[in-house]
């Protein structure tokens, strides 16, 4: 019957002119919405609404509804045998309604939420290479004839184009998804090897600096303090000898932390207990945590597996953290560290309560030299950074204002090969 129907003048060339016009956009809602114009068009229809089947879920949802309504319909579902569409999609053969006040399986739920009147349905499946993606309803029929089976064949024959572009439309979707997160990995990727190589090259510079910064610094700096030890002159000069020693005791410890981080190389790894070492640590900072009125909490596993890592740098990274956490809290305060387990990694948090981080400088903190504090050499971050970059880690820094910074940091599992 659909050869009779698409025999009749114009309509063929408007069938081709409709294949045509589906396949002109991979946007899901520009396909169905023009697929929808084109079917209510085509068989007379007051509405139409396209459902999708959800593959996780296994239910029908509203693909695209329209009306003043549609927000409310659109969270609706329909399980698979429920309603026409149901039906529909349970057999996947296409079902004609005359009277739905006769009709059993006719779901009255949509037209309670919407106010619309659904006298007669006709429904067909939507495939794709044989496999169901969606139903399509026509209702009412403005003729009051109302659908009949040549009306179910030409919606059975457009349904199976509209699925193969409501697939394609998705497919199209996915791989969009795809290529965005294969675009941020490479993005990251990128960022990550421009920061190894700038550290590197920063690293071989920070070599020559400081070896030909160290001497005179040393000098100058000796020569401060024995200036100090005697009596000024006045006390203008006293306080300018003593401001002067500050800000070569910063360039010196500059140029310590600059060569510390020029000698960074392979870690030497062994498997380390984490827990221990940072027990170890926390333990040379205890007087000083008990000074200022810090408490500190740990919240750690009974049982943590090692870590394959170099102990003495995670020392010395572990030592700028607490450092830094104990800095933030000069008034007193609650540090707490917190160890977890994921299947690939080991977790460490270590947070402060203390002023944090503006959030313009959060994407800095790990840049050389960048520091809010005042007598900060900027260097602490970025030894932290580099350390566990090379034992294959990750550190994170978040903070919100007047709420104190976490750093996040992660440690591969040892494996039986480590």
Same mark, same amino acid.
């Given at each position: 019957?659909?050869? $009779?129907? #698409?025999?009749?003048?114009?309509?063929? +060339?408007?069938?081709?002119?409709?294949?045509?016009?589906?396949?002109?956009?991979? &946007?899901?809602?520009?396909?169905? $919405?023009?697929?929808?114009?084109?079917?209510?068009?085509?068989?007379?229809?007051?509405?139409?609404?396209?459902?999708?089947?959800?593959?996780? +879920?296994?239910?029908?949802?509203?693909?695209?509804?329209?009306? /003043?309504?549609?927000?409310?319909?659109?969270?609706?579902?329909?399980?698979?045998? !429920?309603?026409?569409?149901?039906?529909?999609?349970?057999?996947?053969?296409?079902?004609?309604?005359?009277?739905?006040?006769? &009709?059993?399986?006719?779901?009255?739920? #949509?037209?309670?939420?919407?106010?619309?009147?659904?006298?007669?349905?006709?429904?067909?499946?939507?495939?794709?290479?044989?496999?169901?993606?969606?139903?399509? !309803?026509?209702?009412?029929?403005?003729?009051?004839?109302? #659908?009949? /089976?040549?009306?179910?064949?030409?919606?059975?024959?457009?349904?199976?184009?509209?699925?193969?572009?409501?697939?394609?439309?998705?497919?199209?979707?996915?791989?969009?998804?795809?290529?965005?997160?294969?675009?941020?990995?490479?993005?990251?990727?990128?960022?990550?090897?421009?920061?190894? +190589?700038?550290?590197?090259?920063?690293?071989?510079?920070?070599?020559?600096?400081?070896?030909?910064?160290?001497?005179?610094?040393?000098?100058?700096?000796?020569?401060?303090? +024995?200036?100090?030890?005697?009596?000024?002159?006045?006390?203008?000069?006293?306080? !300018?000898? !003593?401001?002067?020693?500050?800000?070569?005791?910063?360039?010196?410890?500059?140029?310590?932390?600059?060569?510390?981080?020029?000698?960074?190389?392979?870690?030497?790894?062994?498997?380390?207990?984490?827990? &221990?070492?940072?027990?170890?640590?926390?333990?040379?900072?205890?007087?000083?945590?008990?000074?200022?009125?810090?408490?500190?909490?740990?919240?750690?596993?009974?049982?943590?597996?090692?870590?394959?890592?170099?102990?003495?740098?995670?020392?010395?990274?572990?030592?700028?953290?607490? /450092?830094?956490?104990?800095?933030?809290?000069?008034?007193?305060?609650?540090?707490?560290?917190?160890?977890?387990?994921?299947?690939?990694?080991?977790?460490?948090?270590?947070?402060?309560?203390?002023?944090?981080?503006?959030?313009?400088?959060?994407?800095?903190?790990? &840049?050389?030299?960048?520091?809010?504090?005042?007598?900060?050499?900027?260097?602490?971050?970025?030894?932290?950074?580099?350390?566990?970059?090379?034992?294959?880690?990750?550190?994170?820094? /978040? %903070?919100?204002?007047?709420?104190?910074?976490?750093?996040?940091?992660?440690?591969?599992? %040892?494996?039986?090969?480590?």
């Amino acid at each position: 019957m659909t050869e $009779t129907f #698409f025999s009749q003048p114009g309509e063929l +060339r408007r069938l081709v002119e409709f294949s045509a016009l589906l396949n002109s956009s991979f &946007d899901i809602q520009t396909v169905l $919405t023009r697929a929808m114009d084109y079917v209510e068009g085509l068989l007379g229809a007051e509405a139409s609404s396209i459902f999708q089947v959800d593959q996780v +879920r296994g239910d029908l949802f509203f693909r695209l509804v329209r009306g /003043e309504k549609a927000d409310q319909l659109r969270e609706m579902r329909l399980n698979f045998g !429920e309603g026409i569409a149901g039906a529909v999609a349970l057999s996947e053969e296409p079902l004609l309604i005359s009277d739905t006040s006769r &009709d059993p399986r006719f779901c009255r739920r #949509f037209d309670n939420s919407s106010g619309f009147a659904t006298r007669s349905v006709l429904c067909a499946p939507l495939k794709s290479r044989d496999r169901l993606v969606g139903v399509m !309803e026509v209702l009412n029929k403005r003729d009051p004839r109302g #659908f009949d /089976e040549q009306d179910r064949d030409v919606l059975l024959l457009v349904g199976n184009l509209i699925g193969t572009a409501l697939e394609n439309a998705r497919l199209y979707g996915r791989l969009q998804e795809r290529l965005s997160a294969t675009m941020e990995e490479l993005e990251t990727a990128q960022a990550k090897l421009l920061r190894a +190589r700038r550290l590197a090259a920063l690293g071989k510079l920070a070599q020559g600096v400081a070896h030909e910064v160290r001497n005179p610094v040393a000098i100058i700096g000796g020569f401060l303090r +024995r200036l100090g030890k005697r009596p000024p002159p006045h006390a203008l000069a006293q306080t !300018e000898v !003593e401001l002067m020693t500050s800000q070569v005791q910063k360039l010196e410890r500059m140029v310590g932390e600059i060569e510390a981080f020029a000698r960074l190389g392979e870690p030497a790894k062994r498997p380390v207990h984490l827990l &221990d070492l940072v027990e170890e640590v926390l333990a040379l900072q205890e007087p000083a945590l008990r000074r200022q009125q810090i408490r500190v909490q740990r919240d750690f596993p009974p049982a943590v597996p090692t870590v394959p890592a170099d102990p003495d740098l995670l020392r010395v990274a572990l030592g700028h953290l607490l /450092e830094n956490a104990r800095e933030a809290m000069p008034a007193g305060g609650l540090l707490q560290i917190a160890l977890s387990l994921e299947p690939q990694r080991v977790h460490l948090a270590i947070k402060d309560t203390g002023m944090g981080v503006a959030p313009a400088d959060l994407s800095h903190v790990f &840049d050389p030299f960048f520091s809010s504090k005042p007598q900060g050499t900027g260097m602490g971050l970025t030894v932290v950074h580099q350390i566990i970059a090379n034992h294959l880690g990750e550190v994170q820094l /978040e %903070s919100t204002p007047g709420q104190g910074v976490t750093v996040h940091l992660w440690l591969p599992r %040892s494996t039986p090969g480590d």
